[in-house]
């Protein structure tokens, strides 16, 4: 689930703005996201319902599919950071999480959470995520899924650097130094467009 709270996209943007890259697990793995909010109006339906649907599973996935790559360039867009990755092969990933794993069974203290080689999360990135086409989906339960990009994802925002207004993207570039007029900027190959998120001009 996408949400202010999630464990995914959260996960990332935080540890993009700590470290710089992303580390991708399974990056060619099918998710189905569905945004929180809708997920909760699915159970205000299913307990106002009649009977109609009691004992029936519902498959509860959003309008879009995405590879985690393409859910991490989302990510990327909305913290307007510059993408950096480091694809890592599903194999040296369980390989990576695995010395936790046998020291939880050894040690009588409990160990730190990792954020990215979590072995339970590992073993579900081996398997898309997508919902089955005969399944019962939202709109058995009168409702409309929203798309992942826009208001879903705009919590991201608090991760850009500077605040919600700045960030670098392609688009939108930090200048080396401070005292930089447009001039300057159209000097070093800067366009019109590009002087408006000059910040420092």
């Known amino acids: 689930m996408i949400g202010t709270e999630d464990r995914i996209l959260n996960t990332w943007a935080q540890f993009v703005k700590n470290f710089g890259f992303l580390p991708l697990v399974g990056d060619s793995t ?12 699915a159970i205000v339906a299913a307990l106002q319902d009649s ?3 009691m004992g029936k599973v519902h498959e509860l996935g959003g309008p879009e599919i995405y590879t985690r790559h393409q859910l991490a360039e989302i990510m990327y867009d909305m913290i ?5 990755y480091a694809n890592i092969p599903l194999p040296i990933a369980k390989d990576i999480a695995a010395p936790r794993e046998f020291l939880l069974n050894q ?14 999360l590992i073993e579900a990135l081996s398997t898309d995520s997508v919902v089955s086409e005969n399944a019962l989906k939202f709109e058995d339960l009168g409702i409309m899924p929203h798309k992942l990009k826009g208001y879903p994802v705009e919590f991201l925002v608090q991760y850009r650097k500077g605040g919600p207004q700045y960030g670098s ?26 002087m408006e998120v000059c910040y420092f001009c």
């Open 30 to 41: 099918r998710v189905q996201t569905v945004y929180v909010v809708d997920v909760a109006s």
């Open 51 to 53: 009977g109609t649907i």
């Open 80 to 84: 307007r950071e510059w993408p950096h």
């Open 107 to 120: 040690v009588p203290f409990p160990l730190p959470s990792p954020k990215i080689f979590d072995l339970d």
């Open 169 to 194: 993207t392609v688009s939108e570039k930090e200048l080396p130094s401070h005292g930089l007029d447009a001039a300057s900027c159209f000097h070093m190959g800067y366009s019109i467009e590009s």
